[in-house]
Structures are given as C-alpha cells and as structure tokens.
C-alpha cells in the first residue's frame, strides 16, 4: 500500500497493539533495566512502527513511540527536565543505508561537495546528561524520555573519571555536556563473576550492569561499581562559545579534563566512513569495552545546524550498527558437562543460530542455581549472546513464548559421565561430580589444561586428540603423555606420520619448562598463573611445596586458607605424588633453576608499578606481567599518576593516551625484551 493510505478498524487495532508492544519493551528496558528481548528484535519491531506510520500518517498519534525517545522516570528518581531534549540516532545496517545517509545529507545542503564527519565507536552503555555551571558539576541526568530523566547526581558524582570541577579556563557559564557511562568488560566480568560466586543475581549485559548501577538509590552502591565515562557531545550552552567544529569541540571538552573516547577521528565522505568502520569492527574485540557499532556525525556544526532534526533523531549524524552479539533461539536440550574439577556445569543445547558472525549452537547457563533463576527450559525460545571471546551464554527465556508445560531441569544425582555422586557443598553455586580422576570427563579436562599454551605447551595437541588417547585407554594420567610413542600416536584419527613425528617432538621440548608453569600445569583448583608465580617465588622449587603445610603455604602472597586447603589436599593424594615424581624423574621433566627475586637493588623494576597494555607480538600479556615480576616490578591493572611505566603493544587505546596525558614513560615490547635479556630472565 502507499504511504498516506486509508486505515481501517483493523489497522488501527494493530497499530495499538504495536505501540502498546514497543511500550512495554522500553519499560522493561529503560525502567527495569531488563529487556525482554534482543536489541536486534526491538529495532525491528520499532522499524515497523515506522514502515506502519509511513504507510498511514493520519494514525500518527502525539504519544506514538515514534515521536518519544524513552520511557517516563522511575518514581525513586527527582525528575530533571533536560535544558534541551536528549535525542536518540537513526539507525544504520549496511553500507547502502550510509550512502543513503550521504545522498539524503547532499540533497538537503543541495550541494555535492565532499562532506567531514567526526567518527567514533557507538558505547553500549547509559546515555547521561551533566551540566557544569562555572565549571563546577551541577547535575547529572539519565536521558529518560529524552524530555525528562531521572536525577542521578550523587551517583555519577562517584564515578572517578568524571571531574566535579572542570579544569582550566575559559569555561560557558552553563554547558551541558552528553555522553555514555558504561561498565569496561574486565570490570563486568569481575562483578558478574563475584555474583556468580555468591549466588547473587547477574547482570546480561554491560549496558545492563552501567544502567542499573547508574540508577541504585544508594550511591555507596554506584561507588562500587566499576563505571567510566566518555563525553560525545554537547547541549546547552549559555555565557561562553564553543569551537564550531565538533572534533574541536571534543578537543576543548578534553582540555576542561572531560574524557573523550581515544578513537574517535575524523574522516571523508561515506567511504572514510565505512573504512572507519571496518577498521573498529576489526579491533572490536580488543578494546577494553563493548561497543555495538559506530557513529558518524557531520563535522561542521553550521552544517548540523542547517540540517536539523526529525522528532526523534538528529538529522547530521548516523548509528552504524554491528551485527547484533544477542539473537533468539530455541532450546533443544539440556545437558550437564562435567569439567576439570568436576564442576558439573549446565550447558544448553541450541537449535544453530548465527550470533556476530558466527554460528552457535551450545551455550553455558554457569550453575545450577543460575540455570533454575532463569528458568531454562527444554523447547523455550531464548536470548542468546555471543560477546568478544566469551562463552556463548543464555541470557533469559522469551517467557511469552513458551508453550505447554515444560519439565522444571533438576541437577542430576550422578556424573553423567562416570556415576559418581554428584555432590554439592552448603553454601555454594557449584555442583561436583565426587569421581576425581576416575571420571574420564575429569580425566580429559585436567589432560587438556596439563597441554595448554599456558602450561606444559604441547603444540597440536588438541582437545579431539585427548579424547581419543583417553577412550581408547593409552592415557590416563600427566605422565603416561610422555610415555606416548611416534607409531601410537600415527594410529589415532586424522593422525599422519608427519603430524606425529611433529607432536613427539612438541612433547620433547615440553620437557623443558619453568616452575611456575608446571605447578599451573597441574590443575590445583584456584591455583591460576598468578598464584602459581607467587608460589614459585616463594618456594622455588616443587619439593617444598609438596612439603608444606597449610599454614606455611599461607605465608604465600595471594594464598589464603581456602587455596591453601587446595594445595595440601592436591599433594596428600599419593598418586599426584607419584605422578610429579615420575614426571620429573623418569621422563625429565625440568625447569632453570628458581632463584628468590633478587635484592631489591638489583633488579631493574624494584619497586616500579607497571601497566601492560596492547596486542604483544613475542608474549602475551600474561606472560609479559609475570617477567615484570621477575623484573621486581608490579604489575598493576590502571595508568595513574602513581604508575612508573606504561609497556604498550600494538593497538594500545585509552591507557597510552592516559600515560601520556600523565607523562609517564613508555615502554615497547623490544625495551622489555632486551631488560630481560641483560638480566637473563
Ligand atoms: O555520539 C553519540 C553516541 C551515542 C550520540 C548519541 C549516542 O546515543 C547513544 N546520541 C545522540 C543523540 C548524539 N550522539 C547526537
């Protein structure tokens, strides 16, 4: 039907149902901090709205979600009417859809003439507005419906990157400056994991976590929370002028000690765009905090002025979306894996579903207890989400959706592996299967971390290859891998001569290790890279640690009684004994001597804190971190006035761009590297 059709009861009835339809998703969205369904499935239900207004204008009601950007406050707040109405963006999928922007831009201006945009990642966070008057930091205000937000003052006021008082001078009497609060993944994954651990409630999503932590009534709560800020933009702004280029006006907004995101840049026409967005997209994974796609915005702000704006969205600047991270599925079944340490963790089976680009069809739903908050059942259709390098998760049932009366899933009595008990200690999420290594599950999982890059690094031997090796009986423990000859190994699946003189080799030199990666190679529970370090620099050598008791491992930086406990309990098993025995004994398995760290005096990094940041070439991060520690130094997560040096790899965003703001020296991976060779670490 064309646009200015004629509408009929029908229609009316569905454009009702719709509005009423969006209404509800943006309350649990921006009201309850819960959305009921992926990003992806709103933008397209919101598309139909507007496809539905364009077809019948003479609908269009002044309540229409179409002419509101959010949802009224939450009554716990004081409303703030905002100085100017906080906008949302038009949105954009593909290449064509930002041509379209450009051509619509030209028309418009009735010009052809190249056009400059300032570009920058699009944060998934919590919009915010804070208004500086004479430089001090007067209020801060959720968007809300973009007319009204919530007040949040107190709350933002905790969150230590954004400035009370704006530096330096030359301040507008009143600015209003916009941008996102949202939560950096580490410090999402840290919350969340700390939540997990406790049985409390996890949050789906870093926007989730920003905008419910943004919006607690307590701010001692906000203050706990790991939030930062970038500044996109200004509105009011009153007694003062402001460069009238928007990348200067970012610039200036810096120089007041407003933190801008590092990436933005500034770019030509639609194909400097695109390439903008390639190149994000490609380092997406890299940056320290999610984004959901990029923003483009005309340079020039007499140009912005020209072009205006529609009800809801500015007319000079463009959303350009990545392929959403979460998507709707179904659930086939339900299965409970059986990890390393026994964890029996649930994980769902899915009907294939491609989440960014890739294809998904397992996803973890962590423990039981999370599995049962959720309500996960067999034939539900579910949120699924796919971020960075994370496991494939369960987000929530689309409840609405389920049909019947599906089975409640109950934690299985025995291993579905091997069937043992499965056990599960008072007062914590993680359910055990009680086999130890007798469960082949176990058995396999423990052989896998024993290979791992980060511990013993036997190169191309994957997680298929163990499993065959242990099905078929040639391995059952650590040590029987070095038993392994070149004709055995040429039997197994997908196993040429070549591969396996090649793997025998990998084994040979995996002989040759250093203590803190053998103890990680031993899979204690809670004892990670780290802790294996400070064990390593305390006792330097295996036989003390087999020997301690718990109260000696306790005087281990890091080791507290429950890792302690761990340890002992690892080395009273006698045949862990026996198995380090026969790997350092009958197959010769070795380390370099592991001296205590040097005098202080000694060594270059005494006393140093130092912050790793960027993609390293020769180490990883983790790997550079604990030469660090060889070095004397510390290594520390943050860049503040108190950091020593800033060691930077490839792609190095925010924290160089702190360090040098700060004047603190900066180190490359080769400066590291020949450290480490003069003191032959
Ligand atoms: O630069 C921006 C980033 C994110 C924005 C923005 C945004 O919303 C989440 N919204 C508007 C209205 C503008 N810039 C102008």
Redesign the pocket.
Known sequence: MSPGAKSSADTLRQYEQLKADIERHQYQYYVLSEPLLPDIEFDRLFQQLLDFEQQYPDLITADSPSQRVGVKPHDGFAEVVHLQR????DNAFSDEQVYDFERRVHDRLNTVAPIRYSA?P?LDGA?ISIVYEKGQLLRAATRGDGQTGEDVTHNVKTIASVPLRLLGDGHPDVMEVRG?IFMPSAGFEALNARARKAGEKVFANPRNAAAGSLRQLDPSITAQRPLDIFI??VGVVEGGALPGFHSEVLQQLQVWGLKVCPEIDVVMGADGCLNYYRSIGARREALPYEIDGV?Y?IDDCDLQRKLGQVSR??RW?L?HKFPAQEQLTTVKDIAFQVGRTGAVTPVARLAPVSVAGVVVSNATLHNIDELLRKDVRVGDTVIVRRAGDVIPEVVRVVIERRSGNPAEVTLPEQCPVCGSDVVRPEGEAVARCSGGLVCPAQRKESLKHFVSRKALDVEGMGSKLIDQLVDSGRVSHFSDLFALSGAELAQMDRMGEKSADNLMAAIESAKHTTLPKFLYALGIREVGEATALSLANYFCDIEPIILASTDELQEVPDVGPVVAEHIRSFMNQAHNREVINDLLQQYNVHWPKFDKPRADAELPFSDKTIVVTGTLSAMSRAEAKEAIQQLGGKASGSVSAKTDYLLAGANAGSKLAKAESLGVPVLSEEDLLDILNKHRI
């Not at 906080?86 to 963006?89: C, D, G, I, V």
């Open positions: 906080m906008l949302s963006l920058e699009k919009a996102e996109y933009g923003v915005k969205a500015p600047a959303a």
